[in-house]
């Protein structure tokens, strides 16, 4: 899942009102403004729930593929520019364009400060397939945090400017886009980068995957698509607003969604063909995106000498007496250990010996900081699992 910041403009719309049928895109070229937008799609076997980002820090959910809309909270931030699930639906990473992150345990209600991104330009966040977030700047650097945004390091550079999106492909690559086409990919997690292809359009805003293709839009709304990895590039659909400025996917409904930075959204299940849907009532939106996590939580099928480890309760932690979850598939001894976001151990209990199945372990963490730390799950065989504790003040 993406979310990015798209160039700034002050043009007015001009097309179709959102609920009318797509007709013929508007040719004139417009850069996106300053909402952010974020779809977020729950797994399959629920109802998915967007979520529509105010560069003001306003956030507002949608749980009917953006129809209608509440405010959920907001932020004391004037440059939202990114939201993203990490490994549930209900834990969101926000970030801002001066290097702000902040995180959410209960999908978008509440939310914490967990860090920064020391850069001024960030356009697009994304999370790596082992969970790392990856933050992209218009200049081109690449930071990654292992913690969930308490810190960040930098990985690497890409050349040229105005960098606008970035995606993680099921495939394991990543791609980044520039405003004016360029796509490069990355195959072994954001540290090279080769360029793959180029789109024939001068204001590129988003790029990602859908059905196993990549997928581009302009802002002025052309949707292009890739079949070969980001090589080659055709335009396959056109909107009919321009200052198109966000895409992304619902995988319950295996839809693409869009939006104008007015906050118009538009579904298509094939990039082809498309119906406006609803409309957020702000005024500058600039991107959608889903939640779905692309780093996978705790698996409930585990092998004969596994352990699991579920999500600490409660979570973000006020007091300091969280219960944790545990799964065994054999009995023995096993240890939890307590790491804060620099990787150091703080805190330990055990061994403690439990028989094979499910329980739950009370632990009265030995900190007091706020931040974010790592609860481990270690077996006396050698098998471990770790999750993340969020401890507020």
């Given at each position: ?180 086409g360029e796509v490069v990919e990355s195959v072994d997690g954001g540290v090279h980068w080769l360029l793959r292809g180029a789109i024939n359009v ?192």
């Amino acid at each position: 899942m993406t979310a990015h910041r798209a160039p700034t403009a002050g043009r007015r719309r001009a097309g179709t009102p959102a609920g009318t049928p797509v007709a013929t895109l508007v040719g004139t070229q417009v850069s996106a403004a300053a909402l952010l937008i974020c779809c977020v799609a729950a797994p399959a076997t629920e109802a998915e729930t967007i979520f529509a980002l105010v560069d003001t820090g306003e956030i507002f959910a949608s749980t009917d593929t953006g129809v209608t809309w509440e405010r959920r909270s907001a932020l004391a931030v004037r440059d939202a520019v990114g939201l993203l699930a990490t490994e549930t639906t209900e834990e969101l990473v926000m970030v801002t364009r001066s290097g702000g992150v902040y995180f959410s345990n209960d999908a978008g209600f509440e939310w914490m400060p967990v860090g920064a991104v020391p850069a001024s330009d960030i356009e697009a966040v994304t999370m790596r397939q082992d969970g790392a977030l990856l933050v992209l700047t218009a200049t081109g650097a690449v930071w990654a945090s292992t913690d969930v945004g308490g810190s960040f390091t930098a990985i690497a550079a890409l050349t040229g400017v105005n960098h606008v999106s970035l995606a993680q492909a099921r495939s394991t690559a990543l791609y980044a886009l520039a405003a004016t086409g360029e796509v490069v990919e990355s195959v072994d997690g954001g540290v090279h980068w080769l360029l793959r292809g180029a789109i024939n359009v001068p204001d590129a805003v988003e790029i990602m995957e859908f059905n196993g293709d990549l997928i581009a839009l302009a802002a002025t709304g052309i949707v292009a698509r890739s079949f070969d990895e980001g090589a080659t590039w055709s335009a396959i659909g056109t909107l009919s607003q321009v200052h198109m400025s966000g895409l992304t996917v619902d995988r319950a409904r295996n839809l693409m969604l869009a939006t104008t930075q007015e906050g118009d959204i538009a579904a298509s299940p094939d990039g082809v063909h498309w119906a406006w849907s609803g409309v957020v009532n702000q005024v500058s939106v600039t991107t959608i995106a889903n939640d779905t996590p692309l780093a996978s939580g705790v698996r409930e099928e585990l092998a004969p000498s596994a352990v699991a480890l579920g999500h600490p309760w409660p979570n973000p932690v006020s007091a300091r007496a969280v219960t944790i979850p545990i799964q065994l598939q054999r009995e023995g001894k096993v240890t939890l250990v307590l790491y804060d976001g620099l990787g150091r151990a703080v805190g330990r209990l055990g061994p403690q010996s439990h028989p094979a199945g499910r329980h739950a372990v009370t632990w009265q963490l030995p900190v007091g900081a706020a931040g974010i730390y790592f609860v481990e799950l270690r077996a006396a065989w050698g098998a471990s699992a770790r999750q993340r504790v969020v401890m507020v003040r």
